[in-house]
């Protein structure tokens, strides 16, 4: 187990968190009538490892790739393409046991963490089955509840949705929330191409608003046809490209909800926006209220600024090494923002804690208390 870093602050909770979900865990928690068709790790003529979806090898999820999605602290020689680097064996201490976890935890410093899934955030981008998405995503929802049960609440499940079916992800929204589960989160994209906060969707957001429990918006792999073509880049830097511009689903998701005014429809909606980086908010909230008093505006009937909406309904998870966010939180509100580690993944660094203890230093204590964990405990009830 490599060197852990304790953090220096009390009360630290990672509002996202990552698990690497056992592989298996389709074959096991699907409803029968699914099993055949159950999503699986597979090994290609030369030993690598790929995914495949729907009896299908992924397209998206390249053979060789799953030894890297646990690879935040692993060097590029330990997760490169090969038979030897798997999603399992690559993984770093605590990616992968609920046990481990809760020791990494503890050793961290950290009081406990939201949990969100990888193999989970890859496979939508390439299901067009609307049934087999909420089969699947009801699958993982059970695994997780099970995964967390007797984490003495270290470990905080968040069900998977899918709007493909509102009315299913509603009910599902339901069962998983009996099971443990504090809240629901759905991709950026949605299979029917409905954007999320069109009247379509009010079953589920009505659900999540009674039940008291919020949605988030996590960015995930995407359809070929939602990824921006705007450019061709090819190679090893399209990741970079692809990475970085990543968060603009999180952020036009985010925007239909004012399109469309949902919060006036759902005035106790709370609504979470994860892994996107926080420093935009902003100047993204700045844009909207323009635009809103402008005539552009004109076929957006709100009844309040996206700002003011913001302020009462809206949260946004931030990473340790922004440096915008003291002056954000001043501007928009202390009990806005918290941290998210993104562990174990490979997109950021592993020094999350060290950045933390910088980013935090600089805040007042109050808003320092509420970035740290008490926002995202009071938020989700725990």
């Not at 007797?150 to 998983?176: M, N, Q, T």
Request: with cysteine.
């Amino acid at each position: 187990m490599e060197e852990i870093r304790r953090i220096a602050y009390p009360g630290a909770v990672d509002a996202d968190g990552h698990i690497l979900e056992d592989a298996g865990l389709w074959e096991r928690y699907l409803e029968p009538r699914y099993r055949d068709r159950a999503m699986r790790l597979a090994r290609d003529e030369q030993g690598l490892e790929f995914l495949e979806i729907d009896g299908r090898s992924s397209k998206h999820v390249r053979r060789g790739l799953p030894a890297s999605l646990g690879g935040m602290l692993k060097n590029v020689e330990n997760v490169i393409p090969s038979p030897a680097n798997t999603y399992a064996s690559c993984a770093a201490f605590g990616a992968m046991d609920a046990k481990e976890r809760v020791q990494r935890l503890e050793r961290e410093g950290l009081d406990a963490a939201f949990l969100y899934p990888t193999l989970g955030v890859l496979w939508e981008a390439e299901c067009e089955d609307v049934e087999l998405a909420q089969a699947y995503t009801r699958a993982y929802n059970r695994w997780i509840a099970d995964f967390c049960r007797d984490s003495g609440g270290k470990l905080i499940p968040i069900a998977h949705l899918s709007l493909g079916d509102p009315a299913a992800a509603s009910e599902e929204l339901v069962r998983a929330v009996k099971d443990g589960c504090k809240g629901g989160w759905v991709a950026p994209f949605s299979i029917t191409r409905v954007p999320h906060g069109h009247p379509d969707h009010d079953r589920l957001f009505a659900t999540a608003q009674d039940l008291d429990v919020p949605l988030a918006i996590h960015p995930s792999f995407e359809p070929d046809w939602a990824v921006p073509h705007r450019f061709e880049i090819r190679g090893r830097g399209k990741n970079f490209f692809l990475n970085v511009t990543a968060a603009d689903a999180v952020r036009h998701a985010f925007t239909t909800f004012f399109q469309f005014a949902t919060f006036d429809r759902f005035p106790r909606l709370k609504l979470v926006l994860l892994e996107s980086g926080a420093g935009w908010i902003g100047y993204w909230l700045d844009r909207m209220d323009g635009y809103c008093r402008s005539l552009v505006g004109i076929g957006v009937a709100l009844r309040e600024k996206p700002s003011d909406y913001f302020r009462r309904q809206c949260w946004i998870s931030c990473d340790p090494d922004e440096t915008t966010i003291p002056g954000l939180v001043a501007l928009l509100g202390e009990d806005r923002f918290f941290w998210a580690s993104d562990f174990p993944h490979p997109d950021h660094t592993g020094d999350y804690i060290a950045e933390l203890e910088r980013l935090v230093g600089d805040l007042p204590e109050t808003a320092r208390t509420g970035l740290l964990g008490a926002n995202v405990r009071r938020l989700f009830q725990v």
